[in-house]
T-cell receptor, first 113, second 112 residues
Framework: DQQVKQNSPSLSVQEGRISILNCDYT??????FLWYKKYPAEGPTFLIS?????DKNEDGRFTVFLNKSAKHLSLHIVPSQPGDSAVYFC????????????FGTGTRLQVTL | DVKVTQSSRYLVKRTGEKVFLECVQD?????MFWYRQDPGLGLRLIYF???????EKGDIPEGYSVSREKKERFSLILESASTNQTSMYLC???????????FGSGTRLTVV
């Protein structure tokens, strides 16, 4: 049972435009959410996170939005750059569970010139 | 620079072999994790440990075991490797109370 879902396996965006990656979750106990970025032959690296007490968090070109009622979060990248081409995973956690993360299936972002 | 080091980048093993995947972290993290990454399935948690000699099953523990004798080292053991265990294996660590993981570079295991 996939508790964290990324329904778009891939996304192609032109350089300079906005990339929007989406993630849905089913477990209402999740209260902390993260995005990770993964290049081929490397481990995932942390990108940005958001607590359930917020609905938005920004870090430079990256913004994560959380809609708790819809159990939906999204990652916006503005402007998109070719170096952003990677697989993006969203992840979710329940407080007090030894920081255990449940990951989504991933979205491959391709930023074209 | 903080690190999680996985002993092998690529491994090829035969069906039925016992396989050891090693992971070492130098950040004094309490928590360590083993995930596998498969196309279309994302990252799935196999086992995790929140302290030395402690272990907890993740979502897909069948066919695997783990060992954590020292804080910095977390080993994943495939008791009898099978072809459906061909995958990318990722080790991660984190500090208690902090949700961000540091991942290793992964081990691409092929079972033939």
């Amino acid at each position: 049972d996939q508790q964290v879902k990324q329904n778009s396996p891939s996304l192609s965006v032109q350089e300079g435009r906005i990339s929007i990656l989406n993630c849905d979750y089913t477990n209402s106990m999740f209260d902390y959410f993260l995005w990770y970025k993964k290049y081929p032959a490397e481990g995932p690296t942390f990108l940005i996170s958001i607590s359930s007490i917020k609905d938005k968090n920004e870090d430079g070109r990256f913004t994560v939005f959380l809609n708790k009622s819809a159990k939906h979060l999204s990652l916006h990248i503005v402007p998109s750059q070719p170096g952003d081409s990677a697989v993006y995973f969203c992840a979710a956690s329940v407080s007090g569970t030894a920081s255990k993360l449940t990951f989504g299936t991933g979205t491959r972002l391709q930023v074209t010139l | 620079d903080v690190k999680v080091t996985q002993s092998s980048r690529y491994l090829v093993k035969r069906t039925g072999e016992k396989v050891f995947l090693e992971c070492v972290q130098d950040m004094d993290h309490e928590n360590m994790f083993w995930y596998r990454q498969d196309p279309g399935l994302g990252l799935r948690l196999i086992y995790f440990s929140y302290d030395v000699k402690m272990k907890e099953k993740g979502d897909i523990p069948e066919g695997y075991s783990v060992s954590r004798e020292k804080k910095e080292r977390f080993s994943l053991i495939l008791e009898s490797a099978s072809t459906n265990q061909t995958s990318m294996y990722l080790c991660a660590s984190s500090s208690s109370g902090y949700y961000g993981y540091t991942f290793g570079s992964g081990t691409r295991l092929t079972v033939v």
